[in-house]
């Protein structure tokens, strides 16, 4: 197996430009061409040049800002990247209540946001009631909700449905089972894909995604990765690097390759061209205005944060997280005029995925 990382090729193929091409008018490849791609590190401006113009394409020059509410990170799993594991005794537990989370969705639409994200650990104090009871009262202010609160019964994943949720974001991190449960101690793959499964079934845009530089992660598994959200026909993909955290078992793990994060992302708009794709606050920790160049490598999507105070430093999945000093409404006016920069513009729909016929 390729292990993950850029290669040592110096000349751009001619098989590669080609595989680009039919990637950008069918929205197909093979298993091999995916891997091809994803290794080979010489296509990669050719790869998101073409990726730019096919989310021009399917999904416009708008971007859909989406204002994100990290509203507690206590968590009863024990995910080995994670600084919210459960095992984590150095992080600053936080929870705000119910008030609290409708005040920020409130201050969200004042700002000008149509979606908020709320996000938290799996925190057991927010039952399937207490939670459809806070989706209910932001329903209530015209604002489309995305929840990303982890693994669920399905039960749960409906009555929030019922009280007004929109999407779920739910990321699978990694299609290869052994690698999952390897790193995600406790947690069955199989649960994580019913739960993406129940979501689709339930009538929610479906958003999941990977987390790129995972120890032992190959391009064969990313390809996979790929194959497997075109398979479930995802609405929305959020791929970001892995950044060591050093209150985590992987504190020493070696950083995930930002660039070909990058080729993922643009390989994704390629072969899921209506899908919504975030430019990840990870891509910007890493390298200075990353979420600009992968807008450029066919993303559509940024979610700044809306959550105020200390509680933006507390939830802290890994360390050197941007931003994290910033008002929600520097943020706001931050990315709403670096989007102006690259000749694009703040989407002032809800953001819904727009399907479209398309060649097969």
């Known amino acids: 197996m ?18 680009i091409q039919q990637a950008a008018e069918t929205h197909h490849l093979t298993f091999s061409e995916i891997t091809k791609l994803l290794a080979d590190d010489a296509c990669e401006e050719l790869l998101c040049a073409a990726a730019d113009a096919v989310r021009k394409q399917f999904v416009g020059d708008g971007v859909h800002l989406r204002g994100l509410i990290e509203f507690s ?11 919210l594991r459960r095992d984590n005794g150095k992080i600053e537990r936080y929870r705000l209540t119910a008030d609290e989370i409708v005040m920020l969705a409130e201050k969200a639409k ?41 693994e669920r019964p399905r039960e749960d994943y409906a009555a929030w449905r019922a009280a007004g949720a929109d999407r779920y974001l739910l990321r699978i991190e990694t299609t290869n ?11 069955s793959y199989e649960n994580r894909v019913r739960c993406l499964r129940d979501l689709r079934e339930l009538g929610y845009e479906v958003g999941t995604g990977s987390l790129i530089g995972l120890p032992g992660q190959t391009v064969e598994m990313l390809a996979r990765d790929i194959l497997f959200y075109q398979e479930i026909d995802a609405d929305m993909i959020g791929i970001g690097p ?113 399907h479209q016929p398309r060649k097969r």
Not at 247 to 262: E, F, Q, S, Y
């Open 242 to 354: 892995l950044i060591p955290n050093g209150d985590t078992p992987l504190g020493k793990a070696a950083p995930g390759d930002w660039h070909l994060t990058r080729r993922m992302v643009a390989l994704l708009r390629l072969l899921l061209p209506e899908a919504n794709i975030p430019a990840t606050t990870a891509m910007e920790t890493m390298m200075p205005r990353g979420r600009e160049l992968i807008l450029a490598s066919g993303a559509n999507v940024v979610m700044p944060n809306v959550t105020e105070g200390d509680y933006r430093r507390k939830y802290a999945l890994y360390p050197g997280k941007i931003c994290v000093a910033d008002t929600p409404a520097d943020c706001r006016a931050c990315m709403g005029g670096r989007i102006a920069t690259m000749g694009r513009f703040v989407a002032t729909d809800k953001g819904f995925r727009k």
């Open 73 to 83: 990170n206590i968590c009863r799993q024990d995910c080995m990247y994670c600084g």
């Open 110 to 150: 004042g700002y000008g946001y149509r979606t908020v994200v709320l996000q938290s650990g799996e925190d057991a104090h927010f039952t399937a009631e207490r939670l459809a009871e806070i989706v209910r009262r932001i329903h209530a202010l015209d604002l489309a909700i995305t929840l990303s609160v982890g």
């Open 177 to 187: 089972a052994e690698l999952y449960e390897r790193l995600d101690p406790g947690m």
């Open 2 to 19: 390729s292990k993950v990382g850029h290669s040592n090729s110096q000349d751009f193929p001619i098989e590669e430009s080609a595989l």
